[in-house]
T-cell receptor, first 119, second 115 residues
Framework: AQKVTQAQTEISVVEKEDVTLDCVYETRDTTYYLFWYKQPPSGELVFLIRRNSFDEQNEISGRYSWNFQKSTSSFNFTITASQVVDSAVYFC????????????????FGKGTKLSVIP | DAEITQSPRHKITETGRQVTLACHQTWNHNNMFWYRQDLGHGLRLIHY???????NKGEVSDGYSVSRSNTEDLPLTLESAASSQTSVYFC??????????????FGPGTRLTVL
């Protein structure tokens, strides 16, 4: 079975600080996909990024960057120069084959990390 | 613009009542999903569908049912609401058919309280 662990339940940083959100995953599948979603205080879930298991290149998008390391089964998310608008709950998720149910791919979410950016 | 909507946005009901939460998407996506979000648990999959007439149980399906009679809608029914089903419910959809790599687009959520 697949599992996603976000060990940091809550993080508080002062505006302009850098912050890294950790994500560790478990799966026996060799083909899988990793995602990050953002849930701002308004409640909707917003897709941020997708990575497949064959692509270990790090990615940068503006102030956001993602570090995917298969050797440590981690897919960490860094926000550089944090802003108040970054305050949200961030979810890491894994899509891998699940033999239970219909025997299909299912998206498994971590429990989320609540980030508070203090002005 | 294509979107995914949920109704109602807030619902209060009593234990034992049947409740149906609506989900409607205009992307013409084959895949649709229902999740519940609870503090300390993140999002957990209730049911999902890869197309019309296809439904499958997720991790926490007991006490819930879904039906898929068209591409756009996947209503979630609580047969006999229980206080343990007080939660925020999210509907989502994605492209393809059972494809694992497409991002899911989420609705705004329905906050359900069972008294």
């Amino acid at each position: 079975a697949q599992k996603v662990t976000q060990a940091q339940t809550e993080i508080s940083v002062v505006e302009k600080e850098d912050v890294t959100l950790d994500c560790v995953y478990e799966t026996r599948d060799t083909t899988y996909y990793l995602f990050w979603y953002k849930q701002p205080p308004s409640g909707e879930l917003v897709f941020l990024i997708r990575r497949n298991s064959f692509d270990e290149q790090n990615e940068i998008s503006g102030r956001y960057s993602w570090n995917f390391q298969k050797s440590t089964s981690s897919f960490n998310f860094t926000i550089t120069a944090s802003q108040v608008v970054d305050s949200a709950v961030y979810f890491c998720a894994l899509s891998a084959y699940s033999p239970s149910g219909a025997g299909s791919y299912q998206l498994t979410f971590g429990k989320g990390t609540k980030l508070s950016v203090i002005p | 613009d294509a979107e995914i909507t949920q109704s109602p946005r807030h619902k209060i009901t009593e234990t034992g009542r049947q409740v149906t939460l609506a989900c409607h998407q205009t992307w013409n996506h084959n895949n649709m999903f229902w999740y519940r979000q609870d503090l300390g648990h993140g999002l957990r999959l209730i049911h999902y569908s890869y197309g019309v007439q296809d439904t499958n149980k997720g991790e926490v399906s007991d006490g819930y049912s879904v039906s898929r009679s068209n591409t756009e809608d996947l209503p979630l029914t609580l047969e006999s609401a229980a206080s343990s089903q007080t939660s925020v419910y999210f509907c989502a959809s994605s492209e393809g058919r059972g494809t694992p790599y497409n991002e899911q687009f989420f609705g705004p959520g329905t906050r359900l309280t069972v008294l």
